[in-house]
Each structure stands twice: as structure tokens, then as C-alpha cells.
Nanobody, 120 residues
Framework: QVQLVESGGGLVQPGGSLRLSCVAS????????MGWYRQAPGKERELVAS???????TYPASVKGRFTISRDNAKNTVYLQMNSLKPEDTAVYYC??????????????WGKGTLVTVSS
């Protein structure tokens, strides 16, 4: 019953910006860690950014200083602001979150992804 739905992907020129959003819906008691991953053609899925329920963030070196993850707990939403985009950022971007329902059971959920293409 829990769903994660991403939005905000598209085509952008090198050096441009995009803001991705991911909304969690369904029977939700608590959302712990949330994150963004990406998968480029022929490559493995990789972590782009993560954020704890308290707001602590983690980034790999490839995006640090260019990407910013944030969340709005009242809206069950996580965002990814991407600046200074490069062609190598082209990938399908996936949202994930560890969500507990009212039974206390928690598990990781994934969205279906949104395509980001950086090209001139």
C-alpha cells in the first residue's frame, strides 16, 4: 500500500539545474532514512544522496557540492536539487525510503524512477 512516486526529471543542458521530488503515500507511521539513487545504462545503481529523519546528509564525491537532498516530513516528501549538471549525470533516478506502518513493521520501498538526461 505504500508508494513512492518521483517527479521532476527531464532534459537539461550541461551546467543546468533540475529539482526532483518524491512523495510517499499510503499507510505510514514513520519514515526513517530517505535517499536518491541513480542507474545509468550499462552501469550499476549507485547512491546519489541520503538523509536521515534528523536531517543528516550523505553524498558521494561525484555529486558533493552540486547536489542537495532535503525533506519535508509533514509532506512525506524528499527532494534532490541538482545543479551544475554534467552529461555523466544522465541516468534514471530512483527514490527510496525506510517506512514503518502502524503494525511497527518497517521495510525499504523504491519508486519507479524518473529519467534525467543532460545533453546539449
Amino acid at each position: 500500500q505504500v508508494q513512492l512516486v518521483e517527479s521532476g526529471g527531464g532534459l537539461v543542458q550541461p551546467g543546468g539545474s533540475l529539482r526532483l521530488s518524491c512523495v510517499a503515500s499510503g499507510i505510514i507511521l514513520r519514515i526513517n532514512n530517505m535517499g536518491w539513487y541513480r542507474q545509468a545504462p550499462g552501469k550499476e545503481r549507485e547512491l546519489v544522496a541520503s538523509i536521515t529523519s534528523g536531517g543528516s546528509t550523505t553524498y558521494p564525491a561525484s555529486v558533493k557540492g552540486r547536489f542537495t537532498i532535503s525533506r519535508d516530513n509533514a509532506k512525506n516528501t524528499v527532494y534532490l536539487q541538482m545543479n551544475s549538471l554534467k552529461p555523466e549525470d544522465t541516468a534514471v533516478y530512483y527514490c527510496n525510503a525506510f517506512i514503518s506502518d502502524y503494525s511497527g513493521t518497517g521495510m525499504w520501498y523504491w519508486g519507479k524512477g524518473t529519467l534525467v538526461t543532460v545533453s546539449s
